[in-house]
T-cell receptor
Framework: GESVGLHLPTLSVQEGDNSIINCAYSNSASDYFIWYKQESGKGPQFIIDIRSNMDKRQGQRVTVLLNKTVKHLSLQIAATQPGDSAVYFCAENNAGNMLTFGGGTRLMVKP | NAGVTQTPKFQVLKTGQSMTLQCAQDMNHEYMSWYRQDPGMGLRLIHYSVGAGITDQGEVPNGYNVSRSTTEDFPLRLLSAAPSQTSVYFC????????????FGQGTRLTVV
């Protein structure tokens, strides 16, 4: 399940720093958003989700922020670790049964 | 509990050949779906199913067929493979619609020559 793309935007951070990955979504009617993490050779793994009636949701070391005014979603990872290195995708649910995925951002953590 | 299992992991086809990608889940999930992932792009939905006997088209259904005779299995068929179908294919399942907390398989890397 290699998700490498030649033109994936890349975020490089130092181990221990906080990471912020951004995503712009397309449909103002979308009511549910998910962040996925995909490591090399694996399928996407659910990280955290948020519904459109919320602005913020926190998990373990991760926080998702939703700004519906500008249709923007962000994933914040606190104290980034080498194991966080992966490609991160946001996805929006805008038609009940269909998820639309963004192009992905590669996070590289420098030791 | 194996989760979502896809087979095969790798496959090379000649143009015009047909094949079936297998997907099975043991979590009793009603909702299953197939995605393809191309370089530089996110996952795109091919077909999905909200339960046994019910399937529907996603964003890119052309060239693919699906069926859902049981809750556990959701095979994806390529009727006549084309080079444009070279991609990595992922099957996913979840408790509810919209792929909330979807579990993904490991993927099938398909090359059509």
């Amino acid at each position: 399940g290699e998700s490498v793309g030649l033109h994936l935007p890349t975020l490089s951070v130092q181990e221990g720093d906080n990471s912020i990955i951004n995503c712009a979504y397309s449909n103002s009617a979308s009511d549910y958003f998910i962040w996925y993490k995909q490591e090399s050779g694996k399928g996407p793994q659910f990280i955290i989700d948020i519904r459109s009636n919320m602005d913020k949701r926190q998990g373990q070391r991760v926080t998702v922020l939703l700004n519906k005014t500008v249709k923007h979603l962000s994933l914040q990872i606190a104290a980034t670790q080498p194991g966080d290195s992966a490609v991160y995708f946001c996805a929006e649910n805008n038609a009940g049964n269909m998820l639309t995925f963004g192009g992905g951002t590669r996070l590289m953590v420098k030791p | 509990n194996a989760g979502v299992t896809q087979t095969p992991k790798f496959q090379v086809l000649k143009t015009g050949q047909s094949m079936t990608l297998q997907c099975a889940q043991d979590m009793n999930h009603e909702y299953m779906s197939w995605y393809r992932q191309d370089p530089g792009m996110g996952l795109r939905l091919i077909h999905y199913s909200v339960g046994a006997g019910i399937t529907d088209q996603g964003e890119v259904p052309n060239g693919y067929n699906v069926s859902r005779s049981t809750t556990e299995d959701f095979p994806l068929r390529l009727l006549s493979a084309a080079p444009s179908q070279t991609s990595v294919y992922f099957c996913a399942s979840s408790y509810v619609q919209g792929n909330a907390e979807a579990f993904f398989g490991q993927g099938t890397r398909l090359t059509v020559v």
